[in-house]
């Protein structure tokens, strides 16, 4: 039985007779998502649910919304499939434009074809969506396979036409089509449909299968990324927890984090991975029409309904190990993510060839210390602990070019901060520094070499115990 809060268990202890206190209980958990309760998980519950957690990650919430739809589609008849058809916007398919910049679709239901997928976070008043989660899916029906490869809203792309700017601006300067284009543009790859959801659609879809259990693992309180009518969504506290609609909202819409859309996007994708999980209970198999009729009407796409139907049909079985996800990262140079074209060449030739994304890693080559240069800071505030640190990488054979301090003395940890290509650099050094942890720096910390040593507090207490000699 699921946990359920006190209201339910004073209800239970004031009804008369065993039966019809289980009755209340049970009716009280199933109101709880419309009220807007959040609810705790005892210790066996946590286990549980985390051993029963077997699908894959998805790259962002766009990901979850096309297997919704396209599972869902599978199971049910002609009426169901008349009222989607009739709820899903067909602005995409009135689109000339958008038809134009598509490539063909694929000849036959059973060949690999690419689908581009955003997801907008248009709010009330607005007339234009920003594309806040793109996605470009291939799906191969015949083998059952799916890579959903990510693009970053900020990656700093070549607009035809427009120059210079962060991808997401494309659909702003030319709408869907622009945006088509500048994905072909920028991955070298077809797109034969386009799909876009409107995120605010998953408050529904989540009350309807009672809320989802999310592991939040930082605080939460921002208002802007409250949409529930009373204002009553904008905390929520870590925790592994069960989200209601407006809560689980809040946590993918927040970007009010020292690192704005990175957290957002790692949220998205935790919540949207959980959502799949529990979308796979025999349970919640019975709500799959609900919650694909209420997806439908913030849904606008190219591919008509009765070809979402089949394909879901020809992916029926298919299983965790079969969705790849991967995101094109990059490094954040203020106003842009500035994309690893290494990294993106990899993922794009494993998904035009059909391969694994973690196939594709490069051989990891051993980092000579000598080619490193190292800058090192007192974080700590103790006089000589960045010397002695510095001491320590110079004999470890590291070029340490700069030794100084931080701009605050607060550091308990040794850090050691890294770009995102750096990160192989950064465990070497790490490995040279006892308990130092790696920090991915992410534009916010200022250094002119390699890798960014900060000494922490716990440095004197490495030194004294005679782990490493200064």
């Known amino acids: 039985m699921e946990p359920y809060d006190a209201h339910s268990r004073s209800s239970a202890r ?88 598509l490539d063909s679709p694929q000849e036959t239901p059973s060949e690999p074809f690419y689908l581009l997928l955003t997801g907008n976070d ?8 920003r594309a806040d989660t793109i996605i470009l899916a291939k799906v191969d029906p015949k083998q059952k396979k799916v890579w959903l490869l990510s693009i970053p809203r900020d990656t700093r792309v070549e607009i035809p036409g427009h120059g210079v700017d962060k991808i997401n601006a494309s659909k702003f300067y030319g709408g869907n089509a622009l945006l088509v284009d500048t994905v072909k543009q920028f ?51 870590p925790g592994y927890q069960l989200l209601d609609g ?13 690192d704005a859309d990175f957290t957002r996007m790692r949220h998205q994708q935790e919540f949207f991975k959980a959502l799949a999980a529990q979308m796979s209970k025999p349970g919640n198999f019975l709500k799959i029409p609900t919650v694909v009729t209420g ?23 298919i299983k ?15 106003p842009y993510v500035w994309p690893d074209e290494e990294r993106k060449a990899f993922l794009i030739d494993a998904m035009r060839n059909s391969r694994s994304f973690e196939e594709t890693a490069p051989a990891t080559q051993a980092i000579v210390p000598a080619t490193v ?57 790490a490995a040279a520094l006892p308990t130092a942890e790696l920090v991915p720096s992410r534009g916010m ?9 900060v000494v922490g507090k716990d440095w004197a207490s490495v030194t004294a115990s005679g782990t490493v000699t200064p």
């Open 246 to 258: 407006y809560h689980a909202l809040t946590y993918v819409r927040s970007r009010d984090f020292p």
């Open 320 to 334: 965790g190990d079969d969705i790849q996800t991967a995101t094109i990262t990059g490094e954040w140079k203020s």
């Open 122 to 129: 248009k709010r009330p008043g607005e007339k234009a969506a």
């Open 445 to 453: 910390y200022a250094f002119n070499t390699d890798i960014l040593v």
């Open 14 to 101: 004031r009804s008369r007779g065993g039966a019809h206190a289980r009755h209340a209980a049970a009716r009280t958990r199933r109101t709880a998502g419309s009220r807007g309760i959040i609810e705790p998980a005892p210790r066996m519950r946590i286990q549980r649910e985390r051993r029963k957690q077997t699908a894959k990650r998805w790259a962002t919430g766009v990901g979850i919304a096309l297997a919704v739809v396209l599972l869902g589609g599978a199971a049910y008849g002609f009426f169901w499939y008349r009222s989607v058809d009739r709820n899903m916007s067909k602005a995409a398919l009135a689109d000339t434009k958008l038809q134009a910049a």
């Open 373 to 429: 240069s190292v800058t090192v800071r007192n974080g700590a505030g103790i006089s000589g602990v960045a010397a002695s640190a510095a001491d320590v990488l110079k004999r470890a054979g590291f070029d340490v070019s700069e030794v100084g301090n931080a701009n605050q003395f607060v550091y308990e940890k040794t850090l050691v901060v890294y770009n995102e290509n750096d990160k192989a650099m950064a465990q070497t050094v």
């Open 295 to 317: 997806i439908s009407k913030h849904i606008s796409s190219t591919m008509p309904v009765g070809d979402m139907v089949r394909l879901a049909q020809a992916l029926q079985g």
């Open 187 to 237: 991955t070298g790859l077809p797109v034969n449909y386009y799909m876009d959801i409107n995120f605010r659609g998953f408050v529904s879809a989540v009350d309807t299968i009672g809320g989802v259990w999310v592991d939040v693992d930082v605080p939460i309180d921002d208002w802007k990324a409250d949409m529930s009518p009373d204002n009553s969504a904008a905390k929520i506290e």
